[in-house]
């Protein structure tokens, strides 16, 4: 059963850290590049970041450019996203998703362009006082 689940949202106040988790089961991440996404209330699916299955070559959204880091843990088979200073802005509900490692997804990650087969059931994260 292929599974994503992502964990580590919730309430935290503008400047705030969080960091969320995105665990896969059933299938092993190292073959599969990852692209966090978020969606707020009303608003468009947005990329925020990816990074790549093998080389590990990320790519940010200027919305969390400079304030987000995407890493992985294979041996976790877990990916990451840390948010620091967070704005009310950066609320949203939080989804990883997985795409297939291609020869071009060892070295590069897309979020406009990619084709993610699995999705998480999303996180929510709310940036408030």
């Known amino acids: 059963q292929v599974q994503l689940v992502e964990s580590g949202g919730g309430l935290v106040q503008p400047g705030g850290s969080l960091r969320l988790s995105c665990a896969a089961s059933?299938?092993?991440?190292?073959?599969?590049?990852i692209g966090w996404f978020r969606q707020a209330p009303g608003k468009g699916r947005e990329g925020v970041a990816c990074?790549?299955?093998?080389?590990?070559?990320?790519s940010y959204t200027d919305s969390g450019k400079g304030r987000f880091t995407i890493s992985r843990d294979n041996a976790k088979n877990t990916v990451y996203l840390q948010m620091n200073n967070l704005k009310p802005e950066d609320t949203a509900v939080y989804y990883c998703?997985?795409?297939?490692?291609?020869?071009?997804?060892?070295?590069?990650?897309?979020?406009?362009?990619?084709?993610?087969?699995?999705w998480g059931q999303g996180t929510q994260v709310t940036v408030s006082s």
């Open positions: 998703a997985a795409e297939p490692e291609t020869a071009e997804r060892i070295i590069m990650c897309a979020l406009g362009s990619g084709q993610y087969d699995y």
């Open positions: 990074i790549s299955s093998s080389e590990r070559v990320t």
């Open positions: 059933g299938f092993s991440l190292d073959y599969y590049a």
